[in-house]
């Protein structure tokens, strides 16, 4: 499913006579996507083969920023499958196939870290962080904090 075929709310819906979004406009998207319609998404690599899709997204309360999307990856029905939280900025939003694309094969997923859904690593570990930035090659953002 892709985040047009999850919009609740008419967001990214083409207006048939204003022009191409609720206002003329397309709506937020792509700049600015509701949490809620990207959650389910499938995920691909660029070979187009299917990595599975998105089940929740991680944000980082200090900054406010997406750390990481949580990928399942394999099982059926939710049996047998692996998750993956894959660094925010490893995935690239495709507009035109309205799904991400993440930069790995299948086998090099396969062999990531994971969890299931019992085992949740501690994601504010910094030697965790660190680990699955080097594993997909993205870099720890550097620590923000918000206004309180």
Known sequence: ???????????????????????????????????????????????????????????????????????????????????????WQALKLDTVNKCFTLDVTRERLESAPGFDKDHWPDMADATWEKGIHDWYGTEVPRPTTLPM
């Open 1 to 87: 499913m892709n985040y047009e075929e999850r919009d609740a709310y008419g967001m990214y819906k083409v207006h048939p006579t204003v022009g191409t979004g609720p206002d003329g406009r397309h709506g937020p998207g792509p700049h600015l996507m509701g949490a809620d319609t990207l959650i389910g998404n499938d995920v691909v690599n660029k070979g187009g083969d299917d990595l599975g899709d998105i089940k929740e997204l991680m944000l980082d309360m200090r900054s406010g920023r997406v750390s990481y999307a949580v990928l399942s990856f394999g099982g059926f029905m939710g049996v047998g499958e692996k998750l993956f939280a894959v660094p």
